[in-house]
């Protein structure tokens, strides 16, 4: 059995506080604004929570409606519509649509160098890949806007300049805007500030836009972002050393965790290492994992 997950945004995220916005360099954030006076009534709320429950496993509890109401109110304007029950009529029909919906209703909060009391473990994970395997496979499930798995990709180089192009990260998130901010690489002075110093000066770099700083490009190549709803098939044809989804699971009900953790742990290679965000940790020994420490999760043998 699992316990159950809390259900409330997580600490140690410097940017658990900000709006729920997807923050990126101009021209490729999409921010979410307005939409006060577009009233949602408990019919078209229970239609949202109904669709976000199936399409992505999003838990919208009741005291959720207001921000529903705030996120989905901006699609609604976005598409020019007036009105809650406009836009179901459209998210019923086009199934694309309800993925947009369900991206712009998950939290995005994110920051590099986040839980970083994880980071021993994830060293010990990589150096026991690279000596039992010619590549060492990471998933970051539900990276956001990518500062996850940059932060993983420039911890490897950091600790292990040339096996570095031994190491691949694979780096997935639902939201479409998450993911665009993510390839673009490219990050405020306040988000690369929770770099420490000397890794900023080395893979940090200030961009031509005043404010802004982009990531090293060797960097970035070592990561491929790519859109993926958890609750969908997933694509890796190779099983993974290290997978992390950190807050990302204390959005989905039990069963939806539950059977997530199963698939995790299929996915696994044995003494593959799974990472949960600190407010996420599941009891020792739960589907074939065993606790190591500081929510980090080993698969024993099979
Ligand atoms: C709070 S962020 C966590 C980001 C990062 N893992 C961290 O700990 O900083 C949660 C992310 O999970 C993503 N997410 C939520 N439901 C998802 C689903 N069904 N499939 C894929 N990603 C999902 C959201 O889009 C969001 O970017």
């Avoid at 600490?11 to 360099?25: C, E, I, L, N, Q």
């Avoid at 939290?107 to 994880?118: A, D, K, L, V």
């Avoid at 890949?129 to 990709?153: F, H, K, M, N, Y």
Wanted: hydrophobic residues 40%.
């Amino acid at each position: 059995m699992l316990a159950p997950l809390e259900t409330s945004e997580p600490s140690g995220s410097r940017a658990a506080s900000r709006p729920a916005t997807v923050r990126g360099p101009r021209g490729t954030a999409a921010s979410i604004t307005g939409g006060q006076d577009l009233t949602l009534d408990p019919a078209d709320f229970t239609e949202i929570q109904a669709l976000a429950r199936a399409r992505a496993g999003l838990n919208l509890t009741a005291e959720k409606a207001g921000v529903v109401q705030f996120r989905v109110a901006t699609r609604v304007r976005a598409l020019g519509m007036s009105s809650f029950r406009e836009y179901l009529e459209r998210a019923r029909r086009d199934p694309d649509e309800v993925s947009s919906l369900v991206g712009a209703l998950a939290n995005n909060n994110t920051s590099f160098f986040r839980e970083s009391e994880q980071h021993p473990l994830l060293r010990a994970a990589v150096a026991q890949g690279l000596r039992t395997c010619s590549d060492v496979r990471i998933w970051s499930a539900g990276c956001s806007t990518g500062e996850e798995p940059l932060t993983l990709a420039m911890l490897v180089r950091a600790w292990n300049p040339t096996a570095a192009g031994r190491v691949r990260i694979l780096a997935t998130d639902l939201s479409r805007e998450a993911v665009a901010v993510a390839r673009g690489g490219r990050y405020t002075d306040e988000q690369v500030g929770a770099i420490p110093a000397e890794l900023r000066a080395r893979f940090a770099s200030p961009a031509a836009d005043h404010g802004w700083f982009d990531i090293a490009p060797e960097v970035r190549r070592s990561v491929r972002f790519a859109r993926l709803n958890l609750m969908d098939p997933w694509p890796m044809r190779r099983r993974l050393h290290v997978i992390f989804c950190r807050n990302v699971m204390i959005y989905f009900d039990r069963a939806t965790q539950r059977r997530l953790v199963g698939r995790f742990c299929n996915a696994l290679e044995p003494g593959g290492y799974l990472f949960l965000g600190q407010a996420e940790a599941l009891p020792p020994a739960t589907n074939g994992l065993a606790y190591l420490d500081q929510a980090v999760y080993r698969k024993v043998d099979e």
